[in-house]
């Protein structure tokens, strides 16, 4: 099997690329192996996707956090000779969470891991493995972007400065809502779908999602006075949403589809856009994923 590692020197607060370029062959120094370190957006997807087209299997190791990552799984995508893991040393690493294991993580530990098969998320053109969602949260998470790139702010404190400048007004949006099939149209402030159990650094909406079990967990979050969203948001980001009241709507399912008259905004992975329409869903698409070994959670 070929071996490649990814290393997206932008990840977390500081440029990390030669640090674990030297990891990687001290630890790995019997082992074959290509070192790719990016150099523009998008620039991790290009080289998974032309590792993907060549014959033999792979394995690819993103270096890097969600973003990189995403990027991976989207240009390996549909691949049954290509697997994928991640050594986290991002702002937010959320995903690997799912998987049971963080930055203590070796890389030997992954390359010897047990494959998983992970489900991603259908998002028109493009493809998510983590958490999509509309709504306050990922206008949080496009300020959050430019305020981690501040001295001394982490990924989670980031989301947390974040959160004054976006609640300014009405809190909530309206929206055309369907659940597979399921018509839920209505004001809300947060619609999330998810497939692994933790977003924006520290956010815990859905404790139990398994991103193999071929579902999304769904949870929609209705608008709430100014006062009581410090309370509220606090229990969302514990996961502990159930006692905070009737705000939440929780589904299960294969599929959702919003639209808005307004602009709204987008979370893929933290990758952010405004649309006025999105569709996440599960079409079969996974991505065989290394998990370390006594660590993997599905």
């Not at 959702?256 to 905004?265: A, F, L, Q």
Request: glycine share 10%; net charge neutral.
């Amino acid at each position: 099997m070929k071996l490649h590692f990814i290393i997206n020197p932008a990840a977390g607060q500081k440029d990390r690329a030669k640090e674990i370029s030297e990891m990687i062959s001290s630890e790995l120094s019997q082992t074959d192996k290509v070192i790719h370190i990016t150099k523009a957006p998008r620039d991790a997807e290009r080289i998974a996707a032309e590792i993907a087209s060549e014959e033999g299997e792979s394995l690819i190791v993103a270096c890097g956090g969600d973003g990189t990552l995403n990027e991976v799984v989207n240009g390996v995508a549909g691949k049954e000779n290509v697997l994928v893991s991640c050594y986290p040393c991002g702002s937010g690493n959320d995903f690997v969470k799912s998987m049971g294991y963080g930055p203590d993580v070796s890389v030997s530990e992954l390359v010897g891991g047990t494959e998983r098969r992970v489900d991603l998320i259908s998002c028109g053109d493009r493809f998510a493995i983590n958490v999509c969602s509309v709504g306050l949260d990922a206008s949080v998470a496009a300020h959050a972007q430019k305020i981690k790139r501040w001295p001394l702010v982490s990924g989670k404190a980031s989301y947390t400065l974040a959160i004054p400048g976006r609640i300014i007004g009405r809190l909530g949006q309206d929206y055309t809502v369907s659940i597979d099939g399921e018509v839920l149209d209505g004001s809300y402030v947060i619609m999330v779908a998810a497939n692994g159990v933790c977003y924006g650094g520290s956010y815990w909406p859905m404790k139990d999602a398994d991103p193999c079990d071929g579902r999304l967990e769904f949870l929609l979050v209705r608008p709430m006075s100014h006062f009581k969203l410090p309370g509220v948001l606090a229990k969302y980001r514990r996961g502990e949403w159930q006692s905070a009241g009737d705000y939440f709507t929780r589904r299960s399912g294969s599929s959702i589809e919003i639209t808005s008259k307004r602009r709204m905004y987008v979370n893929l992975d933290g990758e952010i856009s405004e649309q006025t329409a999105a569709k996440f869903a599960l079409e079969g698409v996974k991505v065989r994923f290394l998990v370390p070994k006594k660590r993997e959670k599905c």
